[in-house]
Protein backbone atom coordinates (compact mmCIF):
# COMPACT_ATOMS: atom_id res chain seq x y z
CA UNK A 1 0.00 0.00 0.00
CA UNK A 2 0.70 3.91 -0.87
CA UNK A 3 -0.04 6.82 1.00
CA UNK A 4 0.74 10.51 -0.68
CA UNK A 5 2.60 13.05 1.59
CA UNK A 6 -1.21 14.58 1.87
CA UNK A 7 -3.28 11.80 2.72
CA UNK A 8 -4.41 11.20 6.57
CA UNK A 9 -1.96 9.16 8.27
CA UNK A 10 -2.68 5.51 8.53
CA UNK A 11 -1.91 5.73 12.22
CA UNK A 12 -4.88 7.45 12.63
CA UNK A 13 -3.11 10.18 15.08
CA UNK A 14 -5.73 13.31 15.51
CA UNK A 15 -4.51 17.15 16.52
CA UNK A 16 -5.57 18.98 19.35
CA UNK A 17 -9.29 19.36 17.51
CA UNK A 18 -9.80 16.10 16.84
CA UNK A 19 -9.10 16.16 12.95
CA UNK A 20 -6.61 13.00 11.75
CA UNK A 21 -3.29 14.28 10.69
CA UNK A 22 -1.80 14.14 7.51
CA UNK A 23 1.02 11.58 6.48
CA UNK A 24 3.60 14.14 6.18
CA UNK A 25 2.80 15.82 9.54
CA UNK A 26 2.57 12.59 10.85
CA UNK A 27 4.60 8.66 10.84
CA UNK A 28 6.25 10.36 7.20
CA UNK A 29 8.44 12.24 9.27
CA UNK A 30 10.04 9.64 10.24
CA UNK A 31 9.39 6.67 7.79
CA UNK A 32 10.55 9.25 5.02
CA UNK A 33 13.06 11.49 6.78
CA UNK A 34 15.99 10.35 9.58
CA UNK A 35 14.03 12.16 12.47
CA UNK A 36 13.91 10.11 15.25
CA UNK A 37 10.29 9.91 16.95
CA UNK A 38 10.28 11.90 20.06
CA UNK A 39 8.51 9.44 22.39
CA UNK A 40 7.54 5.72 22.31
CA UNK A 41 4.11 6.20 21.23
CA UNK A 42 4.81 7.97 18.16
CA UNK A 43 7.26 5.33 17.69
CA UNK A 44 4.49 2.63 18.21
CA UNK A 45 2.38 4.44 15.70
CA UNK A 46 4.97 5.19 12.87
CA UNK A 47 5.53 1.29 13.37
CA UNK A 48 1.56 0.40 12.83
CA UNK A 49 2.21 2.89 9.64
CA UNK A 50 5.40 1.02 8.62
CA UNK A 51 3.35 -2.15 8.48
CA UNK A 52 -0.02 -1.15 6.85
CA UNK A 53 3.07 0.42 3.92
CA UNK A 54 4.84 -2.94 3.82
CA UNK A 55 7.89 -0.84 4.85
CA UNK A 56 10.22 -3.76 6.26
CA UNK A 57 13.68 -1.81 6.54
CA UNK A 58 11.82 0.61 9.03
CA UNK A 59 10.38 -1.92 11.43
CA UNK A 60 13.87 -3.98 11.56
CA UNK A 61 15.83 -0.22 11.86
CA UNK A 62 13.20 0.20 14.62
CA UNK A 63 13.18 -3.20 16.70
CA UNK A 64 15.66 -3.32 19.03
CA UNK A 65 19.07 -5.58 18.49
CA UNK A 66 18.43 -7.47 21.58
CA UNK A 67 14.82 -8.82 20.68
CA UNK A 68 15.12 -8.28 16.87
CA UNK A 69 14.16 -11.47 14.46
CA UNK A 70 16.76 -12.60 11.64
CA UNK A 71 14.36 -11.79 9.15
CA UNK A 72 11.86 -9.86 9.45
CA UNK A 73 8.23 -11.36 7.13
CA UNK A 74 5.28 -9.60 6.41
CA UNK A 75 1.90 -11.51 6.79
CA UNK A 76 0.33 -11.78 2.78
CA UNK A 77 -2.49 -10.27 2.41
CA UNK A 78 -3.05 -8.83 5.71
CA UNK A 79 -5.07 -5.46 5.21
CA UNK A 80 -4.56 -3.29 8.05
CA UNK A 81 -8.00 -1.49 9.48
CA UNK A 82 -7.09 0.61 12.00
CA UNK A 83 -4.88 1.36 15.48
CA UNK A 84 -6.46 2.90 18.97
CA UNK A 85 -4.18 3.25 21.53
CA UNK A 86 -5.61 3.40 24.53
CA UNK A 87 -2.43 4.02 27.07
CA UNK A 88 1.56 5.82 26.88
CA UNK A 89 2.75 4.80 30.26
CA UNK A 90 6.33 6.69 30.97
CA UNK A 91 8.35 4.91 33.43
CA UNK A 92 11.62 7.06 32.79
CA UNK A 93 13.03 9.17 30.54
CA UNK A 94 14.38 6.36 28.74
CA UNK A 95 11.57 3.75 28.87
CA UNK A 96 8.15 3.67 28.35
CA UNK A 97 5.17 1.20 27.39
CA UNK A 98 2.39 1.78 25.24
CA UNK A 99 -1.26 -0.26 25.36
CA UNK A 100 -3.24 -0.46 21.16
CA UNK A 101 -5.27 -2.39 19.49
CA UNK A 102 -4.51 -2.90 15.76
CA UNK A 103 -6.93 -4.14 13.80
CA UNK A 104 -6.44 -6.18 10.17
CA UNK A 105 -8.20 -8.87 8.50
CA UNK A 106 -6.03 -11.99 6.47
CA UNK A 107 -7.81 -14.35 4.41
CA UNK A 108 -10.88 -12.15 5.08
CA UNK A 109 -10.96 -13.13 9.20
CA UNK A 110 -10.99 -10.09 11.33
CA UNK A 111 -7.62 -10.41 14.15
CA UNK A 112 -7.55 -8.24 17.16
CA UNK A 113 -4.25 -7.61 18.52
CA UNK A 114 -4.74 -6.49 21.53
CA UNK A 115 -0.64 -5.69 22.98
CA UNK A 116 1.47 -3.75 25.97
CA UNK A 117 4.50 -2.64 24.27
CA UNK A 118 8.13 -1.81 25.54
CA UNK A 119 10.17 0.20 24.48
CA UNK A 120 13.36 1.72 25.23
CA UNK A 121 15.69 5.13 24.53
CA UNK A 122 19.57 4.61 23.34
CA UNK A 123 21.47 8.01 22.02
CA UNK A 124 18.29 9.45 21.38
CA UNK A 125 16.54 7.04 19.51
CA UNK A 126 13.49 5.11 20.90
CA UNK A 127 13.20 1.34 19.86
CA UNK A 128 10.20 -1.42 20.04
CA UNK A 129 11.71 -3.93 22.81
CA UNK A 130 8.86 -6.85 23.16
CA UNK A 131 5.00 -6.93 24.35
CA UNK A 132 2.72 -8.80 25.79
CA UNK A 133 -0.52 -9.50 24.44
CA UNK A 134 -3.80 -9.36 26.53
ZN1 LIG B 1 0.86 8.61 11.98
Redesign the pocket.
Known amino acids: MNVTQTEV?????TDARGKV?V?AQ??GRYLDHDTPAPDAESLM??RY?AFVLGRVAYLEASWHASTRPARLALEQGQKWLGLEVKRHRVIDADHAEVEFVARSRVGGRGVRLHETSRFVRESGRWYYVDGEMH
Do not use: I
Request: proline residues 8%; charged residues 15%; glycine residues 8%.
Open positions: CPCGRLYCCRSS
